[in-house]
């Protein structure tokens, strides 16, 4: 935070387009591989953008993996040995406990229904797509010169591929409820259920009880092997979280941090007869933890029956969020449970084995060895119980846990089922498509040409007959999957009367959905953002390409605008508690980063409401218990007092109020000086784009591979999210990839990625978008041959060798 004072930004959420012209001819490259049938030309566009062409589509999933490679090797090798667990054969023996943690949750499972599951055709996109990224591979074998700074630098090459890699690689998707059964059984072991609604109310409303047979106190280190298996790779000798002014805070790139394993995302369509344009817009930005380089790449893909531009991840072929020249498509979470702990007893005289049905059953163990650079290879043994694998064996109380998840069923690769959809000409088609997507969970939001718009709920649904899924159960058979949901029994909408349809991750089970027959899930985050960007979609009689811009960059908080109106009553005597009552009457609740209203809003919101409001309402005893606050229940409680603080409640809700804002204004004087004039939140919050190697050796990496920082804005409830580390304000969650679509005048849409596109440190598109990112600036998504030959600054043709 000090380094920040000395690099504030003035910030602007104004959106513009940046320029399109480019000013040299373009740079050329023929490069001869073997694998392709009859060529393949990528041109780079000026923001760093690749538009494969080619003639087959053979040869274009060839060249998405070839320039992925390209582009982005390092990152993608590193998520290929992570997720295999091969980490150790090339950065030594530390890595083995995470390469054992990864291997338990790899996809191992019949591979011929696995392909079948993702649709005709998909086996062979991901063949292709592979033999591309091999060619480069062996490219760099006869040019070791243009091998990425990264591998010399530890000292290795890069791997080649198999085409299940792509697929059996499931520990980097979007885990869904795990973590969060852990902690409730843990408040109910230390307090109850009713000290957990604090933590987390369901929604819909439901009443959870105990499983029969739970023990919910549950042994500490529980989830420690998860937590390594879906964690990323952290290097250097401080694997620790640290302050941004000491020594680095790469640990959260690593998406370690709950907040951000969280994948938020806004996305809406707007119907013709809505739109300023008279055609359909799309705007989607999925949210994701930041880091160097960055988690999504977009590309175009041109190909005879195929032409589809937008956003994926680089490790994957096909495109995830944008269009195909017919219709477009963007994603947010949708909160399936996909996930279930279950707890066995151990047999005593042979702890093989546990009990199920009565009977003792063994536990499936496989044996396999990991390759150890510098040493001898390391036998592990991966052990199974028939509904997952185990993670953690309690001796004090002779209990096994291991863990049953939907994303280790066939079809489960997160995003690899796009390749699917991205190819759909029509809602029914897309819908189809959708029926059949398994992870991450997602609500899809639909444009077309024709002028419809739709939204579609997706993933695979567990059906729990007799429990919920919101704590962990006995492993006894007494609770078991009884399969899985229809897709078609998610809900869905087509063209909406209201000519607009919106995600935000909120709980968005249509009025009259049976969710207590189907119990798909009962975590979702707060709905501040879907509020914001409902009301702002209402509020205008129609919505063009700059206003869906200009949404995606607001910065307007909802729960602050709700806590001012319980506030502006208020009168304080107490001095630092009259003295932010002053400040923040008044505000309009915009949290820009020169905002001295949004610094003691968020340090008050992030820092101190939440902690005193589960002093005042929890038994004394339980507040310990008691580790994080459910802001959705949190404001309702505040804003209704009688039912959570009860006998003059609305007095009681006062006094936490102003107690609790006096604490943050000494807060922000400690944080940012005595005088409110100087306070800017800008000064505080802040994002920072870390590499995962910058920490190896003794740190003189860091400013060649990291980006940033940079003063950020908004909070975690804004349109703009940007969730912090409350500790010091660092960013670790937000958008990673924004896009508004054209429907139909495609080169009229506009996208921005950040930090920048490319992987390779000294290339100017690593870091070249990160400033125009936090200005809220976007290029145009060109798609169009002849825009984008107009845009080209390089040309790379790929010839059959």
Known sequence: ??????????????????????????????????????????????????????????DAFFAQGFNAARDRLFQIDLWRRRGLGELSAVFGPSYVQQDRAARLFLFRGDMQKEWQSYGKGAQRISERFVAGINAYVDYLTQNPASLPFEFKQAGYAPARWKTDDVVRIRSHGLTRNLTQEVARAGVVCAASLEADLVRSTPQPPWKTTVPAGLDPCLPAGLLAVFTLATDNVIFGNDKSISQHDSVEPVRLAGADLEAARLEGSNNWVVAPSKSATGRPIMANDPHRAYSAPSLRYIAHLNAPGMDVIGAGEPALPGISIGHNGTIAFGLTIFSIDQEDLYVYELNPANRAQYKYKGQWEPFRVQKEMIAVKGGAAVPVELTFTRHGPVIFIEDAKQRAFAVRSGWLEPGMAPYFGSIDYMLAKNFTQFKQAMLNWGAPTENQVYADTAGNIGWVAGGLTPIRPNWDGLMPVPGDGRYEWAGFLSGDKLPSSFNPKQGWFASANEMNLPAGYPYEKYKIGFEWPNDARKVRIGEVLDNKAKVSIEDSMQLQNDLVSIPARRMLALLNPLKATEPKAHAALDLLRGWNTVENAQSAQAALFEVWWSRHLNREYARAVLNPKDVAAVTAVDTTAMMAALEKPAGRFGRQGKLKRDQLLLSSLALAWIDMERLAGPDPKAWQWGKLHYSYYAHPMSTMGDGSLRGKLNVGPFPAQGGANTVSQSSYRPADFLKVNGPSFRVVVDVGNWDNSRAMNTPGQSGDPDNPHYRDLAASWGNGTYFPLLYSRKAVEGATERIIRLQPK
């Open 1 to 58: 935070m000090r380094c920040l004072s000395l690099i504030v930004l003035l910030l602007s959420t104004v959106v513009t387009a940046v320029n399109t012209s480019s000013a040299a001819a373009p740079q050329s490259q023929t490069i001869k591989v073997a694998g392709l049938s009859q060529g393949a030309e990528i041109l780079v566009d000026q923001w760093g953008v690749p538009h494969i062409y080619a003639q087959s589509q053979d």
